[in-house]
């Protein structure tokens, strides 16, 4: 069955630095979006991308976060300066159509913020 | 989006069925009816979804009230591996491409006994 990797499993990262979380979403799939749980909450949606561009994105999603599809298969989150407050799971996922289709999710990179 | 209420906690044993209740009095026309589970230190996992009609998959079915102000996931008989949190969103089809998001709750956290 197509998988969404995402890579790194686990990283730790000193506040102030940039990280850019991985991931290679299921390659038939247009709609691409990046979620994050913080430890014990709940999932939150991060932003949503789709033909080159973000089409939707949260509160969270402020100047410090960025998306971007640099080649045909992956699909990468930077966050410029990191924060104690970014530690959490973000999770990647795609899907083929919009309200009708299913998210296919990644298992997730852990952010660790030291 | 329009809102859902779940129990924050369920029970079953090995081999029984389960029946996770959701309501969304004020779900519109539009609104598809999604679920999805997490299992411990996972992503998200689709499970089923539909707009009016009951529907089966191999995962499970869901039972859509006449009046759609709620549903039900049934599991026909619960594993071990079914312990997750059962989550219950509305997606509403009338957003078009700016409606991709999943908006998640606490969900229910599932506890399956042997």
């Known amino acids: 069955e197509p998988e969404v990797t995402q890579t790194p499993s686990h990283q730790v990262t000193q506040m102030g630095q940039e990280v850019i979380l991985r991931c290679v979403p299921i390659?038939?799939?247009?709609?691409f979006y990046w979620y994050r749980q913080i430890l014990g909450q709940k999932v939150e949606f991060l932003v949503s991308?789709?033909?080159?561009?973000?089409?939707?994105k949260s509160e969270i999603f402020d100047d410090q976060f960025s998306v971007e599809r640099p080649d045909g298969s992956n699909f990468t989150l930077k966050i410029r300066s990191t924060k104690l407050e970014d530690s959490a799971m973000y999770f990647c996922?795609?899907?083929?159509?919009?309200?009708?289709?299913?998210?296919?999710f990644g298992s997730g990179t852990r952010l660790t913020v030291v | 989006d329009a809102k859902t209420t779940q129990p924050n906690s369920m029970e079953s044993n090995e081999e029984e069925p389960v029946h996770l209740p959701c309501n969304h009095s004020?779900?519109?026309?539009?609104?598809?009816i999604h679920w999805y589970r997490q299992l411990p230190s996972q992503g998200p996992e689709y499970v089923i979804h539909?707009?009016?009609s009951n529907v089966n998959n191999r995962m499970a079915s869901l039972a859509i009230a006449e009046d759609r102000k709620s549903s039900t996931l049934i599991l026909h008989r619960a594993t071990l591996r079914d312990a997750a949190v059962y989550y219950c969103i509305l997606r509403d089809l009338k957003r078009g491409q700016a409606g991709t998001a999943l908006i998640f709750g606490k969900g229910t956290t599932l506890s399956v006994s042997s």
């Open positions: 991308f789709y033909n080159n561009e973000i089409s939707e």
């Open positions: 390659s038939n799939h247009l709609y």
């Open positions: 996922a795609s899907s083929i159509l919009q309200a009708t289709s299913a998210h296919t």
């Open positions: 539909g707009l009016t």
């Open positions: 004020t779900i519109s026309g539009t609104d598809y």
